[in-house]
């Protein structure tokens, strides 16, 4: 799998260059997830964290133009093999996309879990 990241959604994580960086699918299941999270409206959003935490959660790797981005195991049933997480220029907020499935999420949340 491959994701797309272009210059304007780059410029949206620059921050949290030297982190590590998930892509959370939100299912209510994990560390990250807010307990009793509702999971008929799972989407994806990014999780910006120390290097090298969460690893047995989110055991699997992608590759990106940022470099790796784990995620977890099981989700990879919900994304595309080329993926793309761009600005929606309507609202100035990330999106994900797949070139079969189209819009995976509208709205890309950037979470910083840097200090967790």
């Known amino acids: 799998m491959y994701l ?3 210059t ?5 994580l620059a921050p949290f260059a030297d982190f590590d960086l998930l892509l959370d699918y ?3 299941v994990g560390p990250l997830s807010k307990t009793g999270s509702c999971t008929l409206d799972g989407g994806f959003r990014i999780i910006a964290v120390k290097p090298g935490t969460y690893a047995k959660d989110y055991s699997e790797t992608l590759d990106s133009d940022l470099g790796p981005i784990r995620y977890k195991d099981y989700t990879d049933m919900f994304m595309d093999n080329n993926m793309k997480l761009q600005i929606n220029p309507v ?3 990330l999106k994900l ?10 709205s890309v949340a950037i979470v910083d879990a840097t200090n967790n």
């Open 26 to 28: 939100d299912d209510g």
């Open 97 to 106: 996309s797949g070139n079969s499935s189209g819009e995976l999420t509208a």
């Open 4 to 6: 797309t990241v272009t």
């Open 91 to 93: 609202n100035k907020l």
């Open 8 to 12: 304007e959604a780059k410029e949206k």
